[in-house]
């Protein structure tokens, strides 16, 4: 599997919540006592079974959030993901990308490296946006 990348600039392809990455009960208590530890988040492993926010369907579990405030702002502008945006980086996007960093910050020399990149670093979108921007043949700042 190639690069998969949510509209904010999460890597689904890395995500072990991601349908691809998710194939039993185990895989997914897994991410459900990570995401407790790590970000506070308190979801039932039968609900980590996340299809992306590409499609129409994506929301059926609960996953991505249905009211991803960031997915419906890139759709209705038109956009692919919000590296193409030029108000980039704008306030939804910037908090976002805040409180995962204050996650990476205060885990980053308390875990193994293995548990840092399974569980934190596909969250890591100001990376990913920017290399996105770095790349365009078409600047856009």
């Known amino acids: 599997m ?8 999460f890597r689904c392809d890395a995500c072990r919540a991601f349908a691809a990455n998710n194939r039993s009960h185990d895989d997914r208590m897994r991410v459900a006592l990570a995401w407790s ?28 959030d249905p009211t991803c405030q960031i997915r419906s702002c890139v759709i209705e502008r038109g956009m692919n993901t919000c590296a193409d945006c030029y108000d980039y980086p704008c306030e939804k996007i910037e908090s976002r990308m ?9 885990f980053v020399d308390k875990i193994s490296h293995e548990e840092f990149e ?8 100001r990376k990913t946006l920017n290399e996105m921007r770095d790349q365009r043949t078409d600047r856009i700042d």
């Open 98 to 106: 805040n409180e995962v960093e204050e996650v990476m910050l205060r």
């Open 37 to 64: 530890k790590y970000f506070g988040l308190k979801i039932p492993p039968e609900k980590l079974h996340c299809n992306g926010c590409r499609g129409e369907e994506c929301v059926a579990n609960g996953l991505p």
């Open 2 to 9: 190639g690069q998969v990348v949510a509209r904010c600039g």
């Open 118 to 125: 399974a569980y934190i670093a596909p969250y890591d979108a």
